[in-house]
């Protein structure tokens, strides 16, 4: 199972963790314990890869149950330890609800329980869907219900890995996780059968209701996506993904391409993200909107503005709403760049609301201490 945060021994740091919760446990009021879980950061056991990237950590459910594994949290890293005994596996993450709510989803049907603290003198077993209705009591209320404009989804091994980049050999920004919730299809720019494949799913589905009579559409969509995906990969882009959801007249339709952009040592005292920002701002029209927010997890750019689809794909007549997220890794080197676009021009704040949602739910991925080489020659963003 995938996770998305870099493991740190969690050994001795048992001062993480939600006493909220810890007390909630204690007084065996399960809506309470539910509430705890929506509102408070609880401890998550993770176990590296043999690529040495951390993924979470789940344990054999018990004897007889239907499905094979257990997810166990913890309200605070005490616990965790009391729990492993002699078991060497120390790592952990401190892990909100944006980042629990798609791990449950996406790996809900091999998991029997969520068990909260079962070593401990409160242990309580919840079932998946409980966890997710006490995580995200409102899916119906829309997909920019949960925008978070906070950036406290970062995880405080994220925030252990950032705060080493300046030392020599400490972590740096390798990539970025997206998060993505319900509704969304992933397609893999870099892997040209994987890409391929995903395609033909995506336009499976949406094409479903067409039947036999859909098979020329269907086929035209498939050599439309492959171009742009094509297109993308060639830019520097990474992953592509699509959201679709159903609405009382037409179909939501929202798409994103994540690029990552190696740029080399920053130079002078000019950031990447200054020199982007000074770069977009000689350009912007009179309703475009370029702003600058500070997170936990650092800085971003957002710029908002009204264009046309691709001439070469027959979209010059359609307006589209234009949203880029620039975003530095940590340690100066790299930026990543979540662009999205949708033709709901009409309704810009709430799809507004849904692009911060999805970039409010992402996570760096960090290199381990010693493992990227620096790079001494600048590339001028």
Same mark, same amino acid.
């Given at each position: 199972?995938?996770?998305?945060?870099?493991?740190?021994?969690?050994?001795? %740091?048992?001062?993480?963790?939600?006493?909220?919760?810890?007390?909630?446990?204690?007084?065996?009021?399960?809506?309470?314990?539910? +509430?705890?879980?929506?509102?408070?950061?609880?401890?998550?056991?993770?176990?590296?890869?043999?690529?040495?990237?951390?993924?979470? %950590?789940?344990?054999?459910?018990?004897?007889?149950?239907? +499905?094979?594994?257990?997810?166990?949290?913890?309200?605070?890293?005490?616990?965790?330890?009391?729990?492993?005994?002699?078991?060497?596996?120390?790592?952990?993450?401190?892990?909100?609800?944006?980042?629990?709510?798609?791990?449950?989803?996406?790996? *809900?049907?091999? /998991?029997?329980?969520?068990?909260?603290?079962?070593? *401990?003198?409160?242990?309580?077993?919840?079932?998946?869907?409980?966890?997710?209705?006490?995580?995200?009591?409102?899916?119906?209320?829309? &997909?920019?219900?949960?925008?978070?404009?906070?950036?406290?989804?970062?995880?405080?091994?994220? /925030?252990?890995?950032?705060?080493?980049?300046?030392?020599?050999?400490?972590?740096?920004?390798?990539?970025?996780?997206?998060?993505?919730?319900?509704?969304?299809?992933?397609?893999?720019?870099?892997?040209?059968?994987?890409?391929? /494949?995903?395609?033909?799913?995506?336009?499976?589905?949406?094409?479903?209701?067409?039947?036999?009579?859909?098979?020329?559409?269907?086929?035209?969509?498939?050599?439309?996506?492959?171009?742009?995906?094509?297109?993308?990969?060639?830019?520097?882009?990474?992953?592509?993904?699509?959201?679709?959801?159903?609405?009382?007249?037409?179909?939501?339709?929202?798409?994103?391409?994540?690029?990552?952009?190696?740029?080399?040592?920053?130079?002078?005292?000019?950031?990447?993200?200054?020199?982007?920002?000074?770069?977009?701002? +000689?350009?912007? *029209?009179?309703?475009?909107?370029?702003?600058?927010?500070?997170? /936990?997890?650092?800085?971003?750019?957002?710029?908002? %503005?009204?264009?046309?689809?691709?001439?070469?794909?027959?979209?010059?007549?359609?307006?589209?709403?234009?949203?880029?997220?620039?975003?530095?890794?940590?340690?100066?080197?790299?930026?990543?760049?979540?662009?999205?676009?949708?033709?709901?021009?009409?309704?810009?704040?709430?799809?507004?609301?849904?692009?911060?949602?999805?970039?409010?739910?992402?996570?760096?991925?960090?290199?381990? &201490?010693?493992?990227?080489?620096?790079?001494?020659?600048?590339?001028?963003?």
């Amino acid at each position: 199972m995938t996770g998305e945060h870099v493991a740190v021994p969690g050994a001795n %740091r048992f001062g993480a963790g939600s006493p909220v919760l810890a007390a909630a446990l204690a007084t065996g009021d399960r809506a309470a314990v539910g +509430r705890a879980l929506h509102h408070e950061a609880v401890v998550v056991p993770l176990v590296e890869r043999e690529d040495r990237t951390p993924q979470v %950590r789940v344990f054999p459910a018990p004897e007889g149950s239907t +499905r094979p594994y257990d997810l166990c949290l913890f309200s605070t890293a005490q616990a965790l330890e009391s729990f492993l005994g002699d078991d060497p596996g120390r790592s952990f993450s401190l892990r909100r609800r944006e980042s629990l709510v798609p791990f449950l989803r996406r790996h *809900g049907a091999t /998991l029997e329980r969520v068990v909260v603290d079962p070593a *401990g003198p409160h242990a309580t077993a919840l079932g998946v869907d409980e966890v997710l209705s006490a995580l995200d009591p409102t899916p119906a209320a829309g &997909p920019a219900a949960m925008a978070d404009d906070t950036g406290a989804g970062i995880s405080i091994d994220g /925030l252990h890995a950032m705060a080493t980049v300046d030392e020599p050999g400490g972590s740096r920004g390798i990539g970025i996780e997206l998060n993505l919730p319900d509704h969304w299809a992933l397609i893999d720019l870099e892997d040209e059968a994987q890409r391929d /494949l995903q395609i033909r799913a995506l336009v499976k589905q949406q094409g479903a209701a067409l039947g036999d009579r859909g098979a020329g559409l269907r086929r035209d969509l498939r050599d439309r996506l492959t171009e742009v995906a094509v297109r993308a990969q060639a830019a520097g882009g990474q992953v592509m993904a699509y959201l679709v959801l159903p609405g009382k007249d037409a179909a939501l339709a929202l798409n994103l391409t994540l690029y990552w952009h190696d740029l080399g040592p920053e130079a002078g005292e000019t950031t990447h993200l200054q020199r982007i920002h000074d770069r977009l701002h +000689r350009s912007l *029209g009179p309703d475009d909107e370029l702003t600058t927010t500070e997170t /936990l997890s650092g800085p971003f750019l957002r710029h908002v %503005r009204v264009g046309r689809g691709s001439t070469e794909l027959g979209g010059q007549d359609v307006p589209l709403l234009l949203v880029d997220y620039w975003a530095p890794a940590p340690g100066a080197r790299s930026v990543a760049r979540l662009a999205f676009s949708t033709p709901h021009v009409e309704i810009r704040d709430a799809m507004l609301g849904l692009t911060d949602k999805v970039l409010f739910a992402t996570e760096w991925l960090m290199s381990a &201490p010693g493992d990227v080489q620096d790079d001494d020659a600048a590339v001028p963003a």
